[in-house]
C-alpha cells in the first residue's frame, strides 16, 4: 500500500538526543529512488550525528513498495536493506571504479529526506541490496553499516585464513569484527582496555584476548598481519594519544 504520510521518528532536541513522532509528506520519486515499507531499523552510533527535525536511521529493511521509473534491477514487494550511504556523482574515477563510497560528492543518510526511523522510506535503488530470504531483518540491519564497516578491511586487504587479526575495540562493531575474522579462519585476537571484555571476546570467537593498558600483556603479543580498529576515533585522541604508534607496533 503506497501511503499519503510518513510517520517518522525525528530528532526533537540533538544535545539530549530525545525524538518526536512527526507526520511526513511522501517524498516524490526520482526515476532512480524506491519507496520502501521499513520492517526493522537498527541504531549505529552515527545516527546521534542527527540535526533536530530529521529522522536519523541507516541500517534498514523493508519491503519495496513502489519504484521510480527508471528502476530495472528492483521490484515491487523485494526485500532490500539500505545503509549509511544515499548517493554518490556515479561519473567520477572512483565511482567508475566501483568505490562510490568514497566520491567526492556521496551522500549520506542524513541528507535523505528521512532516514530509518519511519515507517517508510525514499532511498536511490543503487544503494540498497537484496536481503537473502533465509537470513531475518532484524539480524541483517546491523550488517548494513557496523557489519560492512568492519567487513570490508577483511575483503579489501587480502587477509587470509591463518592470518593473526586483531579487533582493536569490543563493543558492537567489535563484535561483528570478531565474528567475521573467526568466520574467515584467521587467528582471532581480541584488544581491549578492559579485562572484563574478555568473557564476552572469546564467546564471539576470540582466540586470544590482550588488555592493552597491561605493558606486560601487550609485550608478549605475538605480531599481527593486520589491526581492525572499531574505537570512535575522537574517543581514541583524547585517550590514547600514542593509539597509532601501538597500532604500528603491533603489526608485523
Ligand atoms: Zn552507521
Ligand atoms: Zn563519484
Same mark, same amino acid.
Given at each position: 500500500?503506497?501511503?499519503k504520510?510518513?510517520?517518522?521518528?525525528?530528532?526533537?532536541?540533538?544535545?539530549?538526543?530525545?525524538?518526536?513522532?512527526?507526520q511526513i509528506?511522501?517524498?516524490?520519486?526520482?526515476?532512480?529512488?524506491?519507496?520502501?515499507n521499513?520492517?526493522?531499523?537498527?541504531?549505529?552510533?552515527?545516527?546521534?550525528?542527527?540535526?533536530?527535525?530529521?529522522?536519523p536511521?541507516?541500517?534498514?529493511?523493508?519491503?519495496?513498495?513502489?519504484?521510480?521509473?527508471?528502476?530495472?534491477k528492483?521490484?515491487?514487494?523485494?526485500?532490500?536493506g539500505?545503509?549509511?550511504?544515499?548517493?554518490?556523482?556515479?561519473?567520477?574515477?572512483v565511482?567508475?571504479?566501483?568505490?562510490? *563510497?568514497i566520491?567526492?560528492?556521496?551522500?549520506?543518510?542524513?541528507?535523505?529526506?528521512?532516514?530509518g526511523?519511519?515507517?517508510?522510506?525514499?532511498?536511490d535503488?543503487?544503494?540498497?541490496?537484496?536481503?537473502p530470504?533465509?537470513?531475518?531483518?532484524?539480524?541483517?540491519a546491523?550488517?548494513l553499516?557496523?557489519?560492512?564497516?568492519?567487513?570490508?578491511?577483511?575483503a579489501? *586487504?587480502?587477509?587470509?585464513?591463518?592470518?593473526?587479526?586483531?579487533?582493536?575495540g569490543?563493543?558492537?562493531?567489535? *563484535?561483528?569484527?570478531?565474528?567475521?575474522?573467526k568466520?574467515w579462519?584467521?587467528?582471532?585476537?581480541a584488544?581491549?582496555?578492559?579485562?572484563?571484555?574478555?568473557?564476552?571476546?572469546?564467546?564471539?570467537?576470540?582466540?586470544?584476548f590482550?588488555v592493552?593498558?597491561?605493558?606486560?600483556?601487550?609485550?608478549?603479543?605475538?605480531?599481527?598481519?593486520?589491526?581492525?580498529?572499531?574505537?570512535?576515533?575522537?574517543?581514541?585522541?583524547?585517550r590514547?594519544?600514542?593509539?597509532?604508534?601501538?597500532?604500528?607496533?603491533?603489526?608485523?
Amino acid at each position: 500500500m503506497i501511503p499519503k504520510q510518513i510517520e517518522a521518528y525525528v530528532v526533537d532536541d540533538a544535545s539530549k538526543q530525545t525524538f518526536r513522532k512527526a507526520q511526513i509528506d511522501v517524498p516524490q520519486l526520482q526515476p532512480l529512488d524506491v519507496l520502501m515499507n521499513i520492517e526493522c531499523c537498527s541504531v549505529c552510533y552515527t545516527d546521534s550525528f542527527c540535526p533536530a527535525g530529521k529522522a536519523p536511521g541507516h541500517e534498514f529493511i523493508g519491503k519495496i513498495v513502489a519504484v521510480g521509473s527508471s528502476v530495472e534491477k528492483l521490484k515491487v514487494g523485494q526485500r532490500v536493506g539500505g545503509g549509511w550511504q544515499l548517493g554518490s556523482c556515479q561519473n567520477c574515477d572512483v565511482c567508475n571504479d566501483g568505490k562510490q *563510497h568514497i566520491c567526492p560528492e556521496k551522500t549520506n543518510f542524513i541528507n535523505a529526506p528521512i532516514g530509518g526511523f519511519a515507517d517508510y522510506v525514499v532511498w536511490d535503488s543503487r544503494f540498497l541490496y537484496d536481503i537473502p530470504e533465509t537470513m531475518s531483518s532484524a539480524d541483517a540491519a546491523p550488517l548494513l553499516c557496523a557489519g560492512i564497516t568492519v567487513y570490508a578491511p577483511l575483503a579489501n *586487504h587480502n587477509v587470509q585464513p591463518g592470518s593473526r587479526v586483531g579487533i582493536l575495540g569490543v563493543g558492537g562493531l567489535g *563484535h561483528l569484527g570478531i565474528k567475521f575474522a573467526k568466520a574467515w579462519g584467521c587467528r582471532v585476537v581480541a584488544l581491549s582496555t578492559s579485562s572484563n571484555k574478555e568473557k564476552e571476546a572469546r564467546a564471539f570467537g576470540a582466540d586470544e584476548f590482550v588488555v592493552t593498558k597491561d605493558a606486560d600483556q601487550l609485550k608478549s603479543l605475538k605480531p599481527l598481519d593486520m589491526i581492525i580498529n572499531t574505537r570512535y576515533m575522537n574517543d581514541i585522541n583524547r585517550r590514547f594519544a600514542a593509539a597509532n604508534w601501538f597500532v604500528i607496533d603491533q603489526l608485523r
